[in-house]
Nanobody, 127 residues
Framework: QVQLVESGGGLVQAGGSLRLSCAAS????????MGWYRQAPGKQRELVAA???????NYADSVKGRFTISRDNAKNTMYLQMDSLKPEDTAIYYC?????????????????????WGQGTQVTVSS
């Protein structure tokens, strides 16, 4: 069973820091792109930051210079270092990963490629 499990959320004062982790487990052959998304109450889910398998990154304008995304391919884990947090960063943060699963065997070996989401972790920034 494939899982993405986030951790590291919590309550922090404005100006503080948090580090989120997203660990992927299961029959994973490789991980392509990964990303962090967030959803605040009454708002649509938005991309916060993304990272390719080669380490190329991109960020939402609202978090540039404050958040840093990284990944450890050996551990199938992605991180989001969040500094200088603001009350408007309050949201549920979700990790997303483009996974290549397998190999499986049904007369021949094959792989499945699919998109997975974690369950989310709450980040609350108080003013």
């Amino acid at each position: 069973q494939v899982q993405l499990v986030e951790s590291g959320g919590g309550l922090v004062q404005a100006g503080g820091s948090l580090r989120l982790s997203c660990a992927a487990s299961g029959s994973i052959f490789s991980i392509n792109g990964m990303g962090w998304y967030r959803q605040a109450p009454g708002k649509q889910r938005e991309l916060v930051a993304a990272i390719t398998s080669g380490g190329r990154t991109n960020y939402a304008d609202s978090v540039k210079g404050r958040f840093t995304i990284s990944r450890d391919n050996a551990k199938n884990t992605m991180y989001l270092q969040m500094d200088s947090l603001k009350p408007e960063d309050t949201a549920i943060y979700y990790c997303n990963a483009d996974l290549l699963l397998g190999p499986y065997y049904r007369g021949d070996y094959y792989y499945n490629r699919d998109d997975y989401w974690g369950q989310g972790t709450q980040v609350t920034v108080s003013s």
